[in-house]
């Protein structure tokens, strides 16, 4: 069985900043693609960003410049650092990952997810 928990969500001023962080754990294998959603009320869930387990980054063009993520392999373990947050960043923020298992290969988990708020 394999658990995303994700921490680090809250409540900020525009123009703050808010790091959030996620950890996979359970029968992992290998960790590949790891990354960040976001769903605002009303809308669909978006990709904010992504990680290759080489390092290589995706962002989405609302999160270029303000947004980097990160990841420790090591930990199992992906950030998502957030800077000039905007009341438009509102939104539950989930983590993804792509775990392979002893019985799954390349499997899509999600976590719980974590609000983010920010006040204008």
């Known amino acids: 069985q394999v658990q995303l928990v994700e921490s680090g969500g809250g409540l900020v001023q525009a123009g703050g900043s808010l790091r959030l962080s996620c950890v996979a754990s359970?029968?992992?294998?290998?960790?590949?693609?790891m990354g960040w959603y976001r769903q605002a009320p009303g809308k669909q869930r978006e990709l904010v960003a992504d990680i290759t387990r080489g390092g290589t980054t995706n962002y989405a063009d609302s999160a270029k410049g303000r947004f980097t993520i990160s990841r420790d392999n090591a930990k199992n373990t992906v950030y998502l650092q957030m800077n000039s947050l905007k009341p438009e960043d509102t939104a539950v923020y989930y983590c993804?990952?792509?775990?392979?298992?002893?019985?799954?290969?390349?499997?899509?988990?999600w976590g719980q997810g974590t609000q983010v708020t920010v006040s204008s």
């Open positions: 359970g029968s992992i294998w290998y960790v590949n693609a």
């Open positions: 993804m990952s792509t775990i392979t298992t002893a019985t799954r290969v390349g499997q899509n988990y």
